[in-house]
């Protein structure tokens, strides 16, 4: 049962949290904790409308960041094994 769930784990840390989705995944949680805050403090918005900015704007960031890393990462040579 260890091996299995080694397996599964090593799996979803290779296929995910290592590749652009993963990063993009990471870089939009912290997108919009980050444009909430900034919108709150800066603007004095209610939370509501700062929650929905802060979800809205990162998630369209999110898919160009997407977007860009797997164009960048298409141009750089891979590293010889």
């Known amino acids: 049962?260890?091996?299995?769930?080694?397996?599964?784990?090593?799996?979803i840390k290779r296929q995910v949290l290592l590749s652009s989705i993963g990063r993009t995944i990471v870089y939009t949680l912290g997108h919009i904790c980050i444009a909430m805050t900034s919108n709150m403090i800066i603007t004095g918005a209610q939370f509501e409308f700062a929650l929905a900015d802060a979800i809205i704007e990162p998630c369209i960031n999110g898919?160009?960041?997407y977007l860009l890393d797997k164009a960048w990462t298409s141009y750089i040579p891979k590293k010889p094994a």
């Open 1 to 11: 049962m260890v091996e299995f769930k080694y397996g599964i784990f090593e799996t």
């Open 63 to 65: 898919v160009w960041y």
